[in-house]
């Protein structure tokens, strides 16, 4: 993979009839999307669809549980990220990763900024002493913290815990970051600026975000995918569920205009 090269085009990453499995179980069936470049894309659809599975399938976080698989292709820049060559550690160097309860770890607020580029071999106390300004400057949280950056991570409020860890993430220079329902665990005011700093970077970064809340959709994203849930009823009466992609426009057009009228009834609340 260290011989990638970033496209021009203006995707920048493309996911073409991907299905994941956990074990012999469908989870998701069949997502052809495109991911644009130094856009917002959210994933919004009812408990189960597996809009998070197809966010963790981007950087191979799936490969983690075990009996888990990805079909179909995840392109990054023209490379399939399930080719044999490409090492997982590096994709996710590349497509960093935000999840809904904020995880700092248990060390100072430097030292959390620091990890990603000391495991990278950044050793020379002024480039980390930058890197860490850098990163927490980008994440709008340096003039809360700078005069303290060896308090512990833990001991700051839920919305700058979720800040210091979107400064840990941008800290490695990814390309993409995955935002796994970041507001979900938050209060309004935090929710707000964590909203505001994702439209600053996303003029630097390619974002996609899963979440419950359609109101954050709209405000935040260029491209909605709605995702919904297919039922069977197999031997035995037992009922087989998974997640299928049901529409994808730009959010404005996903919103106002909705094609499928399983996206629109979803839209009016009528399931969910």
Not at 88 to 100: A, D, K, L, S, W
Request: neutral net charge; aromatic residues 8%.
């Amino acid at each position: 993979m260290t011989s990638m090269t970033l496209g021009s085009g203006a995707t920048a990453i493309d996911l073409k009839h991907v299905k994941v499995f956990y074990s012999d179980k469908l989870a998701v069936d069949d997502v052809s999307i495109p991911i644009y470049k130094n856009k917002i894309t959210a994933f919004i659809g009812p408990s189960g669809c597996g809009k998070s599975t197809v966010l963790r399938a981007i950087n191979r976080m799936n490969d983690l549980i075990p009996g888990a698989r990805v079909e179909g292709e995840i392109n990054y820049h023209g490379k399939n990220l399930y080719g044999k060559e490409v090492d997982p550690v590096e994709v996710r160097r590349r497509i960093g990763m935000v999840f809904q309860k904020p995880n700092p770890f248990p060390k100072s607020i430097y030292d959390n900024v620091a990890y990603g580029p000391r495991l990278l071999g950044v050793t020379d106390k002024r480039t980390l002493d930058e890197i860490v300004e850098r990163s927490i400057k980008g994440s709008f949280l340096w003039d809360e913290v700078k005069g303290d950056l060896k308090k512990s991570g833990l001991a700051l409020s839920g919305g700058q815990q979720q800040r210091l860890c979107i400064a840990r993430t941008i800290a490695i220079e990814p390309d993409v970051i995955l935002m796994d329902e970041p507001c979900s665990a938050l209060d309004p005011i935090a929710t707000q600026a964590i909203e505001e700093l994702m439209k600053e970077l996303v003029k630097s970064y390619t974002i996609v975000i899963v979440t419950h809340n359609m109101q954050q959709a709209q405000r935040v994203s260029d491209f909605t995918a709605f995702y919904s849930i297919r039922k069977a009823e197999e031997t035995g009466g037992q009922e087989r569920r998974w997640g299928v992609l049901g529409e994808f426009a730009p959010t404005e057009q996903l919103f106002s205009n909705p094609k499928s009228e399983e996206t629109e009834r979803y839209i009016r609340g009528e399931f969910g």
